[in-house]
Each structure stands twice: as C-alpha cells, then as structure tokens.
C-alpha cells in the first residue's frame, strides 16, 4: 500500500513538470509572435518599396512609355518591367553589356516569377511592391526570362527574351532615339 502511494506521487510530480514545461513553451511562442509583430510594426524593412498596382498603368514610373531600359546621368542604365497575365512589358528586354544595371519590377495582378536563365537573377513580383535588383552582364548573348511562379492557366506561355549587347552599340542606339522616346527595348 505504502509502495503504491509513492509511485502515484512520483506520477503526479512527472506530469505536473510536463505540463509546467508545455505551459512554459507556449508562452515562449506567443512572446516570440508579439514581439516579431511589434518589431515589424516599428521598423519595416528599408527596402520594401510599395506601389498601387490598379494605377500602373495611368502615372508613375511603371507607365507603359517608360518601361524599358534608360540611361541614368552616372550611364548606368534602369531597366523597368511590368508583369501581368500572361505576359512581360517589355517582352523583349535590351540591356547593354559590361554595365550596371537596375532592375525595377512590379506586378499589375497577381504574383509572377521573374528569372533570367544562366544569371543568378530570381526574384518574386508581387502586386504592391517594387523589386530592385542591380547586376552586370559581362557577356553578351540572349536569355530566356519565363515566369516560375504559378499565375494562371496561362502561365507556361508566360516569358518574355533578354538581349544582353556590347555597350557601344547600345549606347549609340540609346542616342539616336527621339528625345521623347527614352526607353529602349528589343520589341519589334
Ligand atoms: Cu506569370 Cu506565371
């Protein structure tokens, strides 16, 4: 009788310590969600760069006779691109080779992939946000950029092409266009 009183308060010891470390755990995952929220309330990340994706197309830099590639002041050269359903604006992008380059890119619908085959480039475009990447092309040569993100029952036939040129020769296209006509692309 006296052996199985003791195993019973051993018992009810284990489980009163199971159940205090459980409650301890779960109090350590709603302070880590409370604190990760106010965090993120107090300070945003410095990059996220938003924009209304229902008026791309009417003002901003996302209009359509700004997309394209554009020489910069410091001759380096912004390439802007909108993804919608199905498609890429440009749909064929002309980029100068042995320069920086930007890259801004956003979405008008849903979220789409953006990828340039054999770079490093993959990047998500989501409807409300800008994405900014800057890279150099150190050859010249073509490129495939299809979306990887699943965006619709016309996603396979998403993608657009990628022309990376010698610099002169971009250069001198770039300054021979009309001066209201800054935006170069492969469009025919
Ligand atoms: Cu756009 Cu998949």
Redo the contacts with the bound molecule.
């Keep these: 009788m006296a052996m199985n009183s003791s195993s019973h308060d051993v018992a009810e010891r284990v489980e009163r310590r199971w159940a205090t470390l459980v409650i301890v755990i779960i109090l350590v995952l709603i302070g880590m969600v409370v604190y990760t929220g106010l965090q993120w309330a107090m300070m945003p990340p410095s990059r996220v760069e938003t924009v209304r994706p229902e008026t791309l197309h009417v003002s901003g830099e996302f209009i359509e006779s700004n997309l394209g590639s554009a020489v910069e002041p410091d001759g380096s050269v912004t390439v802007r691109i909108v993804?919608q359903?199905?498609s890429f604006t440009p749909q064929c992008l002309l980029i100068p080779a042995n320069t920086p380059i930007t890259f801004r890119a956003t979405s008008s619908d849903v979220v789409?992939?953006f990828l340039i085959t054999n770079t490093n480039i993959n990047s998500m475009l989501e409807p409300g946000y800008i994405a900014t990447f800057r890279t150099t092309f150190n050859q010249t040569g073509e490129h495939l950029m299809p979306?990887h993100?699943?965006?619709g029952v016309g996603?396979q036939g998403?993608w657009a092409h990628v022309k990376v040129i010698d610099r002169a020769a971009f250069m001198q296209m770039a300054e021979s266009m009309p001066a209201n006509s800054r935006r170069l692309s492969c469009v025919k």
């Design positions: 993804a359903q199905y789409h992939g979306c993100e699943f965006c996603h998403m």
